[in-house]
């Protein structure tokens, strides 16, 4: 019986987890790719796209939910990144420089995200999906506009022919792959970026150790009770703003590395899916609204982009169209994030039912509780 | 120690909220390792007194308070609840503050954790410090074992049995060093008696030690084993301040509920009171803050029902059960049928009414005009006041007929309004009351619910709304349950009073009875004590 209750248990807490793990193991025979191909490919996304997927933890520790407004933190990567190619800083310094000036932004964008999630308590996660579209708009106009008009720009190669705003398609050429060549180790014939790799350990580190920090339990004490956190003296409001701050520099960072990776960047798309993937990324690895964890981010890299890898192909083997792969791995991405959702509602919902529970058979029901030993006189 | 200072001692305290006063002159003293049990029903202040004393922003944002408070000798002003806590005094609230996923050590190191200092200090401050988690654990361990009591530093609250949450709250409170003076408010409400008996000899432990204890609760016969002196609050009075020594139970019942108005029976003559018409049968209702546990109760054809008792144990929780408001269970059997729950329309069609305690949420449409506010529920229930036409295809709304019905309750019940299409939000609180009795009159139901039908509205329109009732009981034999935070009020009107206590009927008293006799039953005591009132 317990046994029983027990692996529903577990099967309802990770199903989301276990639909994809399904649909991969039967996709990846499908799509006839070698094991070589698949490791390599899963290896240089891990370091491609986890530390974007880490700028969530903070947030859904501090009880706010998936932080859509990461998004804040990718633009200034990308306006960093602007600049880098502008002044045509080369290599790793580059890609510093990148950071150098997109702090600041981060900082200031996650401050504003703070101050008006605190206005939408318990409306986190929409307000910061909505707020990433206005900023995208704000972006446009800086970069589409006072780029080459205002904001002094040298390059002629990025600005637009008719002498102001940037180019569509932005060649990162300069800090292509720059820290992913640092120091990159061949191993079995595969490419293991390890320089990348380092500084993803260097985030979890920081991660463990920020969980034991104060402002690491303050924050995990708002997770779970604002209120009670507030009447203990904890300042509710200003830990929210520091944990979204904290986020929107991880974002910016990780964009930064996400970037340099592809060697490319589209102006003014390359942030628009960044909050949706990494989202789809921490669910798919099993987090939910309230709980998201290291391995989260692992499992979920892994798994979502296993599929993304092979999908196309097995459609392309089975219906002779990759195009329908495609459509099924967007499908099955957002399916992930509705189902996600849905079933942190259903979680609450079913804990409310067990609340009740005590209350069906009347008052002779209410469950005996363990009589709490008095300890003797002497002994203290 | 009677020449000592007292460690706290209000002064002539006084405070009223927009004229209408709560507190006058009460003054009371604690000396250090002194227990002080605080009685007294719903309203009569305890809960203003205990913030005045925490400082709360209310009180200042109302206008502040008369009298003074001195701690150790001291006159004292606190500006928040942090500056008492400074102070050195302590409270554990009646719900529990505790973060459910935090361990006992933890939620008593609550914001004061101990703290290892590091580089990252110097640059972002002291929250940046990781938390020095054996320190703490030491530290908990201290305060649980002043308590005397056993308790598992490590074990999470959302596991623990609430007897040990109760414990680890209080532990947070002397987990402080410089605690002088713990609050405890209703700290037994939630535990078993067994655990409420470990709760007080703990308590008895920490004043030995020489912390003083201001304890509130409703269970008499704690607050006359545990105090060493008994305050007993009325209508914002101090009627009593006595030491505990011999006083009893019943005492305590009497001076807390003890008015001087005359109650008698009610006048049975030309009324016809018969079988039993509606019968609970172990009625559960998940009400926030009003659950009903277990309700067994039978109401007789014709009669006033008043149900009574102490706020957020169930009482309003039964007619919002029955009427479907809130999620329900158990059997409820109307007329011989039984009364399908968690249903409001069936409810209705089975021709009972309810007068909802929420008159702005549930009872009224507040835009709407008075004369569709009280022909609405007829409307969508019986069908009445609409006219039909293509064969009943179309149907709308028979304006004259409700215009004529509305004038009808408006003269009945003496509504002061400019007419029958007057908004329903522009009338006095009184006369919404009227409306929402009309509403429920015009049903012609054979049982009503009222909901505490006199709440915040003036004395004259409260005779009004129980005479309307009265009459309307009278008139038409319609049963009435009538539900009431005023006892005096239920002893006025009705022909039984039931006192709910804990989620279930303490027992059913003749509104003749002795006063002290509510009173235990509203305390939870003597419910074996409690004699069938005989109809």
């Known amino acids: 019986m317990i046994k029983k209750t027990s692996i529903r248990r ?12 399904v649909l991969t193991a039967a996709a990846t025979p499908v799509s006839g790719l070698s094991a070589g191909y698949i490791v390599q490919e899963i290896l240089t996304r891990i370091g491609r796209n986890s530390f974007l997927v880490f700028s969530l933890i903070l947030p859904v520790m501090a009880g706010m939910g998936l932080n859509f407004g990461m ?26 420089f990148a950071n150098l000036v997109g702090l600041p932004i981060a900082i200031f964008l996650g401050w504003l995200c703070g ?58 050429d300069s800090v292509r792959q720059s820290l992913d060549d640092l120091l990159m180790v061949k191993l079995f014939g595969i490419n293991l970026p390890i320089a990348t790799y380092l500084i993803i350990i260097l985030l979890c580190v920081f991660i463990i150790w920020f969980r034991k920090t104060k402002l690491g339990q303050d924050m995990r004490a708002i997770g779970q009770d604002q209120i009670v956190s507030n009447a203990s003296g904890i300042p509710v409001a200003r830990t929210r703003v520091i944990a979204i701050i904290i986020s929107t520099i991880l974002a910016m960072v990780g964009q930064i590395i996400f970037l340099q990776n592809m060697g490319n960047m589209a102006t003014y798309n390359a942030h628009r899916q960044t909050g949706f993937f990494a989202v789809a990324a921490i669910l798919v690895g099993g987090a939910s609204v309230t709980k998201a964890t290291i391995p989260n981010v692992f499992i979920g890299v892994v798994l979502l982009h296993l599929m993304y890898i092979v999908m196309p192909r097995a459609g392309a083997q089975l219906f002779g169209s990759a195009q329908i792969g495609e459509y099924f791995r967007d499908a099955f991405s957002y399916g992930a994030i509705a189902l996600a959702l849905v079933l942190h509602a259903w979680r609450k919902m079913r804990g409310v039912e067990i609340d009740r529970a005590g209350l069906r058979q009347g008052v002779a029901s209410a469950a005996p509780l363990e009589a709490i030993e008095p300890i003797k006189e002497d002994t203290l | 120690m009677p020449n000592d200072t007292p460690l706290l001692s209000l002064e002539g305290i006084s405070k009223d909220f927009y004229g209408n006063s709560v507190l006058a002159d009460v003054s009371f003293s604690v000396g250090k390792g002194q227990i002080v049990g605080l009685v007294g029903e719903n309203g009569a202040g305890k809960t203003t007194l205990m913030r005045i004393l925490f400082g709360m922003p209310v009180i200042a944002e109302t206008g502040g308070f008369g009298g003074s408070i001195k701690l150790d000798g001291q006159e004292v002003f606190f500006k928040s609840p942090f500056d008492a806590l400074d102070a050195g005094i302590g409270m554990v609230h009646q719900e529990f503050s505790l973060i459910p996923g935090f361990s006992t050590t933890e939620n008593i190191a609550l914001n004061r954790e101990a703290m290892k200092a590091n580089f990252a200090c110097d640059i972002f401050g002291d929250r940046m410090s990781v938390l020095d988690r054996v320190t703490m654990r030491g530290r908990a361990e201290k305060a649980i074992k002043r308590l005397g009591v056993k308790l598992d530093p490590d074990m999470l609250v959302s596991e623990m049995p609430v007897g040990h949450k109760q414990f680890t709250e209080i532990a947070r409170e002397i987990n402080r060093e410089n605690v002088k003076l713990l609050v405890l408010d209703e700290p037994t409400a939630v535990l078993t008696e067994s655990e409420a008996e470990i709760l007080l000899k703990s308590l008895r432990h920490l004043a030995d030690q020489g912390i003083s204890i201001i304890f509130i609760s409703h269970r008499l016969h704690e607050v006359t084993t545990l105090a060493d002196s008994i305050v007993v609050l009325r209508d914002g009075l101090v009627v009593k301040d006595t030491p505990a020594k011999g006083v009893s139970v019943r005492d305590i019942a009497s001076w807390m509920v003890g008015r001087s108005v005359e109650a008698k029976r009610t006048d049975r003559s030309g009324r016809d009171i018969g079988d039993e018409i509606l019968v609970f049968d172990k009625l559960w209702v998940d009400m926030p803050g009003e659950t009903v546990k277990d309700v067994n109760l039978s109401v007789r054809k014709g009669e006033i029902l008043g149900i009574g008792g102490l706020a957020g144990q169930g009482k309003l929780g039964i007619p919002n059960g029955v009427m479907g408001l809130y999620p329900a269970g158990g059997s409820v059997r109307f007329k011989g049928k039984d009364v399908p729950l968690n249903d409001p329309r069936r409810a209705l069609e089975l021709g009972m009414a309810f007068v909802s305690e929420d008159r702005r949420g549930v009872g009224l449409l507040l835009d709407e005009p008075l004369d569709w506010n009280i022909g609405f529920t007829a409307m969508q229930i019986r069908g009445d006041y609409l006219r039909s036409y293509l064969g009943g295809l179309v149907k709308l709304r028979d304006e004259e007929a409700l215009k004529k019905l509305s004038q009808e309750y408006i003269e009945l019940l003496s509504i002061k309004c400019t007419g029958a299409k007057q908004r ?8 919404q009351q009227k409306i929402c009795l009309a509403k429920a009159f015009a049903l012609k139901p054979t049982l009503l619910f009222v909901s505490e039908p006199t709440r915040g509205i003036d004395v004259g329109a409260k005779e009004l709304v129980l005479q309307s009732l009265r009459h309307y009981n009278r008139d038409f034999g319609t049963t009435i349950v009538m539900v009431s935070s005023e006892l005096e009020e239920l002893r006025s009107i009705c022909d039984r009073v039931a006192i709910v206590d804990e989620g279930s009927i303490a027992g059913i008293l003749l509104p003749d009875a002795d006063i002290s006799d509510f009173g235990l039953l509203m305390a939870g005591e003597a419910r074996k004590e409690a004699a069938d009132a005989k109809a």
């Open chain 1, 71 to 96: 998004v804040l933190g990718a633009m200034a990567g990308e306006i960093g990144l602007i600049f880098a190619v502008d002044w045509n800083i080369i290599g790793v310094p580059g890609l510093i």
């Open chain 1, 115 to 172: 101050e008006v999630l605190n206005r939408a308590r318990g409306r986190e996660m929409v307000t910061g999906f909505i707020l990433g579209f206005f900023m995208d708009g704000i972006y446009q106009f800086v970069v589409l506009y006072l780029m080459g008009s205002v904001i002094p720009m040298r390059s002629a190669a990025i600005t637009l022919s008719r002498g102001y705003g940037i180019r569509n398609t932005l060649n990162l």
């Open chain 2, 424 to 431: 329903a939000k522009e009338l006095s609180g009184g006369n």
């Open chain 1, 10 to 21: 577990f099967f309802a807490d990770n199903v989301v987890v276990i639909i994809f793990l």
